[in-house]
């Protein structure tokens, strides 16, 4: 069995992990993966260049996650674009 573990901010799905981890179930934590996609180096930092601009990408080479924040709770068709690349990435995976 497969389930999607889904929910807005702070809903409560790190908790619920958390405890379907207790009882042995194995966990894909997407945050955690989408962390390393952005990390220095990681490999979306040259997309999301392209998509969204240079300065969406701190001095020290990771996606700046306040900036993104802020664009994409304000601008809906950012946010798609942001979700249909991060879609493909963890498809791919």
């Known amino acids: 069995m497969i389930v999607g573990l889904t929910g ?4 409560g799905k ?3 992990a958390k405890i379907f981890q207790a009882f ?3 966990i894909i934590d997407t945050d955690e993966i989408a962390h390393e996609l952005t990390q220095k180096d990681g490999e979306a930092i040259p997309q999301i260049k392209k998509i969204f601009g ?4 701190t001095d020290t080479g990771y996606l700046d996650r306040a900036k993104m924040r802020d664009l994409v709770f304000t601008d809906l068709s950012m946010k798609r674009s942001l979700r249909r690349y991060y879609i493909h990435l963890f498809i791919e995976m």
């Open 24 to 26: 042995g179930i194995n």
């Open 54 to 57: 240079e300065e969406y990408i």
């Open 14 to 16: 790190t908790s619920v």
């Open 8 to 11: 807005g901010i702070g809903s």
